[in-house]
């Protein structure tokens, strides 16, 4: 299963995210729930470094591991980017957990 882990602030704002673990949905290469929550994490990193011009500190294995944490000040402008982003994130992955969810589920902190 994958895990997804999401940290908000105090004030809704997200922090950081994990996700980790396989989906097991098919064989490697066959597994759309995978690509599909791959894909939205990973365009979603890219474009918070290409659209919103953030570095975010970024861990990652083969294994299916990565981790996403956001710098903690930032511009307002950047900031309200990175989140329009994150967010559109949350809302993709929960449209595959609705679908797929004993396949990905996903935990906000």
Request: hydrophobic content about 40%; charged content about 25%; overall charge negative.
């Amino acid at each position: 299963m994958i895990r997804v882990r999401i940290k908000r602030k105090k004030n809704g704002n997200i922090s950081s995210f994990e996700m980790s673990g396989h989906a097991e949905f098919a064989g490697y290469g066959q597994d759309i729930v995978c690509a599909g929550a791959s894909a939205v994490s990973f365009g979603t990193v890219n474009a918070i470094m290409e659209v919103a011009g953030v570095e975010p500190e970024i861990r990652q294995s083969e294994s299916g591991f990565l981790e996403c944490k956001i710098p903690a000040q930032l511009p307002e402008e950047q900031a309200a980017k990175v989140q329009i982003l994150l967010e559109g994130m949350v809302v993709s992955l929960e449209t595959i957990e609705r679908e797929y969810g004993e396949f990905i589920h996903i935990t906000f902190e």
